[in-house]
Every structure is written in structure tokens, then in C-alpha cells.
């Protein structure tokens, strides 16, 4: 093998190597401070990570046991890998029925569990109508979501609102990968600004007053 194309491989594999590494560690720095401005927000704030290495935060809001953490999905190998946010509120009291209502659905949104429910419903003409509404066994009155929904929805990053008798979950893009770094190597890496706070904060005030009107359907919520 000629002497230059040689050497010209070397350097093109320790240049491979270097930015591999770089990757890595900005991956890594990414996931330890991405819930950094948002623990202010919860009494008894504490995190871990889950079998990914990505962060998770458990605390208090308005009461309410409240958890975030994030999902990577690159299944969808034609457009740039999103980072989702799923903000999940805890029941007080067990609620009836289930719902998840899902946004311009793709068949492989793996982080939802309605994928297995047999149960459709029709979409309300005020809502998003590029979207799906799914439940098991017995779905939530779509009347008490009837104020929450469309504004909800309006955000464009929104993706679904899961209800369950125990939780109200809200699950919302908050990242694409960089696209150069995902085109030439196939690598999710996202930029490493911390999540919003006001946009944390927004979104956990809705999800509790969704929860709020579930498990007291009876009272006139003001939000």
C-alpha cells in the first residue's frame, strides 16, 4: 500500500477516534445538567437515571408527586432523532377511565403504552384532528379535557397527553439531534442548553390542572 494513502487513513481514523470521544463526553455532559434549572421548581427534588443513563427527577409540585425524564427516539431514520420530554403527575385519589390522545402518530412511538389498548375513539371537532385517541377497558369523559385540550395542543412540540387512574402524562419535543453529527455518523447528539424552566413549569401547571378536574370533576377548576 502506497506510504501517503497510508498515513492518510491513520489520520483519518484518530480523527474519527478524537471526534467519537468528543461525542461522547458532550452526550454525557448533556444528560447530567439537562433538569438543571428545573429543580428549583419541586419541594424534595432528588434524581437519578434510568437504564439509558438519562436523567430522571422525582420532587413535589402544588402537592402533587411529579416526575421528569427524558426519551431518545432515532427509530425514525428519516428525519433528525427527537428528545422527548415526559412530564408525569402522580394521582392523589385513583381517577376512571384511561385515554391517551397521540399527534400526528407514526406507529412507532415506543414510549407509549396505548399501542397495546384495542379501544378508538372519535377526535371532538375542536381538537387536533391529525392525531389518534385510544383507551382500555374504559375511557376518560372526553367533556372533563374539553378546556385543556386544544390549548394544550396548540404548541406544535406537544406530542400526547396519556391518562390513566393513576397518573396524567404529557410528553413533548424538546430537542432534534444536531444534524450534522446525525447525518455523517448516525449519532444523536443534542445540543446542551438545560431545559426550560418556564417551559417545565407551563406544562406541569396544565398536567395538574388536568389531574385536578379528573379526580374532582365536580368542581370548577381555575387555572
Excluded at 75 to 99: D, E, F, N, T
Excluded at 162 to 175: E, Q
Excluded at 189 to 217: C, G, M
Amino acid at each position: 500500500m502506497n506510504i501517503v494513502v497510508l498515513a492518510l487513513l491513520v489520520i483519518m481514523v484518530v480523527l474519527m477516534y478524537r471526534k467519537h470521544r468528543f461525542a461522547v463526553h458532550y452526550k454525557i455532559q448533556a444528560r447530567e445538567h439537562l433538569f438543571d434549572d428545573c429543580l428549583s421548581l419541586f419541594q424534595d427534588a432528588h434524581t437519578s437515571q434510568d437504564k439509558a443513563k438519562l436523567p430522571i427527577v422525582h420532587g413535589s409540585y402544588a402537592d402533587y408527586p411529579v416526575s421528569l425524564s427524558v426519551v431518545e427516539d432515532t427509530l425514525g431514520w428519516r428525519k433528525l432523532p427527537p428528545l422527548w420530554l415526559l412530564i408525569k403527575v402522580a394521582a392523589k385519589k385513583p381517577s376512571h377511565g384511561s385515554l391517551d390522545i397521540i399527534i400526528r402518530p407514526s406507529n412507532n412511538e415506543f414510549y407509549s403504552p396505548s399501542w397495546q389498548w384495542d379501544g378508538n375513539l372519535a377526535i371532538p371537532p375542536n381538537w387536533p384532528q391529525h392525531a389518534i385517541i385510544k383507551f382500555k377497558t374504559q375511557p376518560v369523559d372526553l367533556t372533563l379535557l374539553g378546556p385543556y385540550v386544544p390549548t394544550l395542543f396548540a404548541d406544535i412540540n406537544m406530542k400526547e397527553l396519556l391518562i390513566t387512574p393513576s397518573m396524567v402524562r404529557l410528553t413533548c419535543m424538546i430537542k432534534q439531534a444536531e444534524r450534522g453529527e446525525y447525518l455523517i455518523m448516525r449519532n444523536a447528539v443534542y445540543e446542551n442548553t438545560p431545559v426550560s424552566k418556564d417551559l417545565v413549569e407551563a406544562l406541569l401547571k396544565q398536567a395538574i390542572a388536568i389531574r385536578q378536574h379528573i379526580e374532582n370533576p365536580e368542581f370548577k377548576l381555575i387555572n
